[in-house]
């Protein structure tokens, strides 16, 4: 691929042939060139570059655009459809660092990455807006908005209380009523609102014969009667007796109508989640905040894509069985309240993509892998991680460490960093040993991708939380955390292998700074191959057989948090275990197996996912859990069957034949004896297998027939 890079008038040293050197030992082919001022004076470079044919990667992101606009003015170069231009950043990731002579293996990892084939694409979620719109607030402040709004769109208002007055002229649709309900996305919203004033809005020609008729003045020109003054003479129905508008007789109403989108002018925003739908702005009173809002919602007009940002597969998910929950770290961690349980239509979730703005948390917490990130997945994200840190290790780098971090605030704080340590000899800037991953959030990457990471090669994965990550995304990522750390340091790796970075804005640039020269930690001895799988266990699998195998102090067993632990132990209590078998039934990733050839419990603990459904599912309650990992045997003790429980079968006591177990039969029996259909024989048959209670039941000659009667 060709590869222009560029020392910026000579602000970063470049060293061409070192480079050259480093991607040849990484076995990265890359038709290399320097230059000291591409996007003026040497623009020429570039149309010759262009005029190629040739893949082409320009090493400057900050003049992206003139470079494509550059290429279309070029004759002979093809247009960016049929050939695509990649960018990348080396200037404040990596040449403008206190250590940037010694970043060369760094430049030639970040440049591997980004000749990467792009993502596979995604299917897409649709939406549609006509540009009908909802405004809802106070009166003055609707009837602001919505002349602000009324020439682009097809506005109607729902007035919150009574206000100062309304125009004489009909310019859109008035309610007045009180808000209860809001759901919906981009063109499918659905508002609710209760009306309980005399006067309907939708009815009223605004005469105002009604306000000069009313003797007590509650009537304004709002048009809106004022019930703690009206003292019921109802001289205003009398004269609105054409229009009909008033009507003192009338039952409180909920409207419900449809629309494209939502203009929220409360104090509170009524749709209170981190990630409220696209389509609803929440402006408040704040006149700044109303501007910005219009200026968007005029934009929300036509139709409109995004990525799908997930996969879902049912038969993994172990949300619920039965009717019974188990794991809901899914919808515990979702900020736009995109999935729901499904708990009574045949179990599972339901992830609503109109909803879903791919975060990725979900995807993260997820301990089956039944939901799996799809923007990118993991086996091109782990391609991604596995080639900048294979790079940097083949062509000299030593110790890497990944750094995590956003594409919108996250990478404006990673250049700003390199951009204040070019003028501040106080700041050192993104170290040579640290890569930068930007990733379209970072929720989206947790505990499979980061141990994979760790295996390959990496001493410390970083991720960068600044202001636009939620709550719940914070304590899932740290919760995460706890987790890998747990498992690296309990194999003997030191320091905290992975650490949440806390950066809010420009003002924390000195404490990101500090962050990002912690002392390298271990890293593995060897550093491991395998490619990242769609699936999540089988990844994590991968990643801790190497990790095991690399490890400075093997055990058999680390001790886990509670808290989103994806591995772990049943302990079953033998003496209140009847071997019913129904957790079984209700494990949904097949943990727990039966033996159809004897009375049998047995746990493969590889498969286990902490759900706790056949916890809340055992009627003995004889199951709790125990996170950990249990690494005996190499790991591979992990992924054998052991027998939990077995007893020797019942036998009938007629023909001997086996069938349930002592416990089983004895509790039935001992439940049932007081009962008055199981007296005498009735309960002696409770012994016998099926076959013979049929049998007993009709050699029996005392028995009652039903053709006796």
């Given at each position: 691929?060709?590869t222009?890079?560029?020392?910026c ?12 050197r ?5 076995g990265i ?11 003026r004076?040497?623009?020429a470079?570039?149309q010759?570059a262009a005029r ?7 090493a ?8 494509l ?6 004759e ?6 049929e050939r ?6 080396i200037r404040?990731?990596?040449g403008?660092?206190?250590?940037a ?10 440049i591997a ?6 993502p596979?694409?995604?299917p897409?979620?649709?939406y ?5 719109c ?6 003055q ?10 020439d ?19 310019q ?5 009523g009180?808000?209860t ?8 919203f ?11 809005l939708?009815?009223c ?9 009313c003797?007590?003045?509650?009537i ?13 003479h ?10 009909g508008?008033i009507d003192f007789q009338r039952?409180?109403t ?6 494209d989108?939502v ?7 009524w ?7 696209q389509g609803?702005?929440?402006?408040g009173p704040d006149p ?5 809002a ?7 007009v036509g ?12 038969k ?5 069985r ?8 899914c919808?515990?961690?979702c900020?736009?309240r995109?999935?729901r349980?499904?708990?009574?239509d ?8 109109h909803?879903?703005v791919?975060c990725?948390?979900?995807?993260t917490?997820c301990?089956?892998g039944?939901?799996?990130y799809a ?5 091109d ?19 890497p ?7 919108g ?5 990673v250049?700003?960093?390199?951009r ?21 959030h ?7 991708l980061?141990?994979a990471?760790?295996a390959y090669g990496?001493?410390?994965?970083w991720?960068?939380?600044?202001d636009e ?7 899932a ?11 690296l ?6 320091g905290?292998?992975v650490?949440?970075?806390?950066a809010r ?6 404490a ?26 089988v990844?994590?699998?991968?990643a ?19 808290a ?11 003496d209140?275990?009847?071997l019913c ?12 197996v039966d033996n159809p050839?004897r009375?049998q ?5 590889k498969?286990?996912v902490?759900?706790?459904l056949?916890e809340?599912t055992?009627?003995e ?12 045997d ?9 027998v939990l ?22 509790l ?7 009962h008055?259909?199981?007296q005498?024989p009735?309960?002696?048959?409770l012994r ?6 049929v ?10 027939r039903?053709?006796?009667?």
């Amino acid at each position: 691929m060709k590869t222009l890079i560029c020392s910026c008038n000579r602000t970063m040293p470049l060293d061409e042939a070192a480079l050259k050197r480093a991607l040849s030992q990484a076995g990265i082919e890359a038709d290399l060139s320097a230059h000291t001022v591409l996007c003026r004076r040497e623009a020429a470079a570039f149309q010759r570059a262009a005029r190629s044919g040739e893949e082409l990667l320009v090493a400057c992101t900050q003049e992206s655009r003139l470079f494509l606009e550059l290429n279309e003015a070029t004759e002979g170069a093809l247009p960016v459809a049929e050939r695509p231009i990649r960018f990348v950043n080396i200037r404040e990731t990596a040449g403008w660092s206190g250590d940037a002579a010694q970043a060369t293996p760094k430049l030639a990892a970040l440049i591997a990455a980004a000749q990467l084939p792009d993502p596979a694409p995604v299917p897409t979620v649709s939406y549609r807006s006509a540009g009908r719109c909802l405004v809802v607030g106070p009166a003055q402040a609707a009837q602001r908005a919505a002349a602000l709004l009324a020439d682009a769109l097809e506005v109607t208002v729902l007035v919150q209380g009574r206000g100062e007055g309304w125009p004489q002229r009909r310019q859109y649709v008035v309610h007045a009523g009180r808000l209860t309900g809001l759901r919906g996305w981009l063109g499918a919203f659905e508002a609710s609102w209760t009306t309980d004033n005399p006067i309907d809005l939708d009815l009223c020609t605004r005469c105002n014969a009604c306000i000069s008729a009313c003797p007590e003045g509650a009537i304004d020109f709002s048009y809106q009667v004022d019930m703690e003054r009206c003292r019921a003479h109802r001289d205003c129905v009398r004269v609105c007796e054409a229009a009909g508008a008033i009507d003192f007789q009338r039952e409180a109403t909920t409207v419900t109508e449809t629309f494209d989108l939502v203009l929220d002018l409360g104090d509170r925003p009524w749709l209170a989640m981190h990630q409220p739908p696209q389509g609803y702005v929440h402006a408040g009173p704040d006149p700044a905040r109303l501007w910005q809002a219009v200026l968007t919602l005029k934009d929300w007009v036509g139709e409109f894509e995004k990525p799908k940002f997930f996969h879902y597969k049912r038969k993994l998910c172990a949300h619920s069985r039965n009717e019974k929950l188990g794991c809901q770290a899914c919808v515990e961690v979702c900020s736009a309240r995109a999935i729901r349980s499904e708990l009574h239509d045949g179990g599972g979730i339901f992830v609503e993509p109109h909803l879903c703005v791919g975060c990725g948390a979900c995807t993260t917490v997820c301990p089956s892998g039944a939901l799996a990130y799809a923007y990118p997945d993991t086996v091109d994200q782990g391609r991604r991680l596995r080639t900048l840190i294979s790079t940097y290790l083949k062509a000299g780098g030593r110790h890497p460490a990944l750094l995590l971090h956003s594409e919108g605030a996250g990478a404006r704080l990673v250049e700003d960093l390199g951009r204040a340590a070019r003028v501040d000899p106080a700041l050192h800037g993104v170290p040579a040993r640290v890569l930068p991953v930007a990733l379209w959030h970072t929720a989206s990457v947790g505990l499979d991708l980061w141990l994979a990471a760790v295996a390959y090669g990496a001493a410390q994965v970083w991720v960068l939380l600044t202001d636009e990550e939620a709550p719940e995304y914070r304590e899932a990522l740290a919760a995460q955390a706890a987790l890998a750390n747990a498992i690296l340091k309990g194999l003997g790796f030191d320091g905290t292998p992975v650490a949440l970075i806390e950066a809010r804005d420009a003002h924390d640039l000195a404490a990101l700074d500090r962050a990002l020269r912690a002392p390298a930690g271990r890293s593995v001895r060897q550093p491991a191959t395998f490619a990242t799988q769609a699936d999540k266990r089988v990844t994590l699998d991968l990643a801790l057989d190497h990790l095991l195998a690399q490890a400075p102090q093997p055990v058999d067993e680390i001790a886990l948090p509670r808290a989103g632990a994806p591995f772990g132990t049943v302990v079953l209590d033998t003496d209140k275990c009847t071997l019913c078998l129904s957790c079984v039934g209700a494990c949904p990733e097949g943990a727990l197996v039966d033996n159809p050839e004897r009375p049998q419990l047995s746990f493969i603990e590889k498969h286990c996912v902490q759900c706790g459904l056949c916890e809340t599912t055992c009627p003995e309650g004889a199951i709790t859990l125990q996170p950990r990992l249990w690494l005996a045997d190499g790991g591979k003790a992990r992924k054998q069957a052991r027998v939990l429980h077995e007893v020797e079968p019942y036998r009938c006591v007629r023909c001997g034949k086996p069938f349930g177990t002592l416990k089983a039969v004895e509790l039935m029996i001992g439940k049932l004896a007081g009962h008055a259909a199981f007296q005498g024989p009735a309960l002696e048959r409770l012994r016998m297998c099926g076959d013979c209670r049929v049998i007993d039941l009709y050699s029996q000659p005392d028995e009652v027939r039903i053709t006796d009667l």
